[in-house]
């Protein structure tokens, strides 16, 4: 990788200690490898809680899956595949609430296939061109903003309603099943909006409800949550192994897929896709959609006290380095967009860059120069400048990177990068 001279933002130059929160408070010295790994088992356990009191707000425990019950089952695809659909009912203190999983397999598999697990924005019947799945009601609002001319500030003008009645296959471009199932996994799928209405205000009972109105935790952490209750369902299907389980996710779903592999240690990797602000993308880097904007139009999503940091990013205890941090020693794929600039690919590429170390430590391959102790998340040389990958093109392997030439997508070149990764860190 070619490595530039000094860049102006100090963001930019890898392990700059003084702008990031560290992803280690105490870097453990001289340790074995055993007593290393002890010592990140330790700080990741700090990281996720600090993120969740910080940003997603902290889940709450006492809940999950009371039953997983078969619906359909046939034959899709042009016989490549098999289709099935469940309805989950999970449970926590306050009641029981229900939502569907879509999962497609390859078909005439012998024993246990990898699943890609994430969720979808408008029902699962979008998600696949054939007919025949449940369609459910869940709703969701968008928001009618107003920018502030030049700036990154917004301003909510409106609300409006949406069905998520959407038509059969609608987003079918987003979930190339076919592909997926030829290249030797299954993908499963459930709405978001089943599992908690994207909403700030009026949202249906889901799964926030099982744990009252008080429990603070933010709608990303909600999706996460379902996320988590979907991975116990594929637990329960014999031809899905369920310890190679990838999350999932575009855009405010990657958001959700990234929370949820940080908090749950079943999910092998993570794969977001265009996540941005909250998601891949550190809210200290000046680009795209900040911290002030996302907490104006997407109150719900996030613990109240996220926006209190508006405009003061640089004191915000937490950056999402150390939310893919968290994911380590497991596995993490990052996916941005050339023209996606509300997402920010080079704040979203930086995250990847400033939790490199930390990846390689556990054996990943170097995107950063110089050597790696373990332990390690300050860069020993001057700093320096990594240029973002040109379009196309994937870099690292277990921590990997790739940006795609076009919008804020989540399409079959994606997938391409997302199924050769999870070649990579599943193939022994
Ligand atoms: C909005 C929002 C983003 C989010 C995106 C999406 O653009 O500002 O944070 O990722 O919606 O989910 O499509």
Redesign the pocket.
Known sequence: MVIDTLAEDPLDLAYSRSTLPSLWSDAPTGSTAEQWAQAWRRRRTQLVDALGATVYGVTPAGGGLRSSTLISECAALGGTALRREYELTVEGPRGTHTFDLLLHLPAGVRGPVPVFLGLN?NGNQATTSEPGLRVDTARRSEAVVEHEPGGRGVRVIDRVVLDANAPIGSDAEMWPAREIVKRGYGLATAHNSQIEEDRPFDRAPGVGSLFGDDAGWGVVGMWAWGLSRALDALELAPDVDAHAVIGVG??????AALWAAAQDERFVAAVSN??????ASLFRHPGG?SLA??AE??PH?FISTLRDYAGREAELPVDQHQLLASIAPRAVHVASATEDR??DPRGEFLAVVHSSRLFQSFGARALLPGDASPGMDVCPSTAVRIPTPDPGTSVGDRLSYHLRAGS?RMVAEDWAHFLDFADRILTP
Do not use: M, N, P, Q
Not at 274 to 279: F, R
């Open positions: 924005f575009h855009s405010r779903l990657g958001k265009d996540s941005g602000c909250a998601g959609e904007s996302i139009v997407f999503w509300w997402a804020h």
